[in-house]
């Protein structure tokens, strides 16, 4: 069992729709992470937040909007997104410090219709 | 430059040995990580070594030489379900570590 949840487990939506992928930690990790996955690639990072607060941002396109209502909670939220943001969105979470290992969800499997 | 490098697909019988080799170049060092990765779930944390030698843990061993820029995981008694991606890892030692550099992954198929 995976100690980061994430929801949906898959998700299908339209290039005008607007939704969430939301995502919990309860391990006490103070940074928490969002990757985008493609085939057969190595998670690419978008966003990280430490403490709560953005500490980076990978020049993600504005249609994705990260959000951090608490120390427990991250979601990445959706708006007018193309065909070719179709991917896998994978959080993760990890404790301070750069030898933390990182802590998967299971991701959630986005497609663009 | 920061980069890496690790062979995109093996193959092994079950029962056997594998080792997957990783070379990396970078300027200072903060350790290095190797992940698991089934087809279509998410990465899961292997080992972090960031002495000189070799760790090992049950079935899987990491090794590590600073000076030669070199890391190999080692995998024994190969099992079906050892099939999936290992992909080598390592924060920058510059600029924000937590922008993990990432390996391609190598895809290990385990044959019967």
């Known amino acids: 069992d995976t100690e980061v949840t994430q929801t949906p487990k898959h998700l299908v939506m339209g290039m005008t729709n607007k939704k969430s992928l939301k995502c919990e930690q309860h391990m006490g990790h103070r940074a928490m992470y969002w990757y985008k996955q493609k085939a057969k690639k190595p998670p690419e990072l978008m966003f990280v937040y430490s403490y709560e607060k953005l500490s980076i941002n990978e020049s993600v396109p504005s249609r994705f909007s990260p959000e951090c209502p608490n120390s427990s909670l991250l979601n990445l939220h959706l708006h007018a997104l193309q065909p070719e943001d179709s991917a896998l969105y994978l959080c993760?979470?990890?404790?301070?410090?750069?030898?933390?290992?990182?802590?998967f969800g299971n991701g959630t499997r986005l497609t663009v219709t | 430059g920061q980069n890496i490098d690790q062979p995109t697909e093996m193959t092994a019988t079950e029962g056997a040995i594998v080792q997957i080799n990783c070379t990396y170049q970078?300027?200072?060092?903060?350790?290095l990580f190797w992940y698991q990765q089934h087809a279509g779930e998410a990465p899961t944390f292997l080992s972090y070594?960031?002495l000189d030698g070799l760790e090992e843990k049950g079935r899987f061993s990491s090794f590590l030489s600073r000076s030669k820029g070199y890391s190999y995981l080692l995998l024994k008694e190969l099992q079906m379900k050892d099939s999936a991606s290992y992909l080598c890892?390592?924060?920058?030692?510059?600029?924000?570590?937590?922008?993990?550099?990432w390996g391609l992954g190598t895809s290990l198929a385990v044959n019967p």
């Open positions: 993760a979470s990890s404790q301070e410090g750069f030898d933390s290992p990182l802590h």
């Open positions: 970078t300027s200072g060092f903060n350790g």
């Open positions: 070594n960031v």
């Open positions: 890892v390592y924060p920058p030692h510059a600029g924000n570590n937590r922008k993990l550099i």
